[in-house]
């Protein structure tokens, strides 16, 4: 790997140098394969989407849709430049996006606070530009938000989840927070790709720090 190829998976591009994109969005054709419910809106008005960022978006999504409460989830690329970006592009550093999950939830069944402990605990949000042996500036720990409430609530629990990581020796948390963009839906090979590949790669893993915050929902 030459120095542009490190320099690309380690840091941001701007939005003049990222990739041109398309016009087109990626196709959603199918329904949920595990919850069996719609991947794409309009959603009804009793439920909450939240978006998060936390390494390889494989097995990220397979840890929110076991939680009790979650309507549906679907993989994609989020906060960066490149509209309707490819896989490929966004593995070569060049569009600023972050494999992310969405999550749409009922409020009523389980909390954002719930969520954000199962974000926390599931990986670890001290690595920068990387998840474990994934490298790569969309593999950043990231929470993108949909209100003013949320992104209080994210805030608060970094806060938290900062001073037991610091405790437990661990450095602190590098989680970029900031108010959610468009969301571009992956390929559809990628969407549940666990349940799809029941022994496929999965490099989520967490610290084995608990939160301090949400009813103790676990995924």
Not at 38 to 44: A, I, N, T
Not at 63 to 70: E, M, T
Not at 79 to 99: D, K, L, M, S
Request: proline share 5%.
């Amino acid at each position: 790997m030459d120095i542009m190829d490190i320099r690309r998976k380690h840091a941001l591009p701007s939005a003049e140098e990222a990739l041109p994109g398309r016009e087109f969005a990626m196709p959603v054709t199918h329904n949920h394969t595990v919850l069996g419910t719609p991947l794409m809106g309009p959603f009804s008005e009793h439920l909450e989407t939240a978006q998060f960022g936390l390494g390889c978006f494989w097995g990220a999504e397979r840890v929110f849709w076991k939680v009790p409460g979650v309507y549906t989830t679907a993989v994609g690329y989020a906060a960066g430049y490149t509209p309707n970006p490819t896989y490929q592009e966004v593995c070569t550093g060049q569009t600023g996006h972050n494999e992310v999950v969405l999550v749409v939830f009922n409020p009523t069944l389980v909390s954002y606070a719930d969520l954000l402990r199962v974000f926390w605990e599931s990986h670890d949000p001290t690595q920068g530009m990387r998840q474990g042996n994934d490298w790569g500036t969309q593999y950043r720990s990231g929470i993108y938000t949909y209100s003013d409430a949320q992104a209080e609530a994210a805030q608060v629990s970094r806060d938290e989840y900062d001073h037991r990581l610091k405790a437990a020796g661990y450095s602190g948390i590098t989680t970029e927070i900031q108010a959610a963009s468009e969301f571009y839906y992956a390929e559809e090979y990628h969407q549940q790709y666990l349940d799809k590949n029941p022994a496929g790669y999965c490099g989520i893993g967490g610290t084995g720090v608990a939160c301090g915050i949400g009813t103790g929902v676990t995924a």
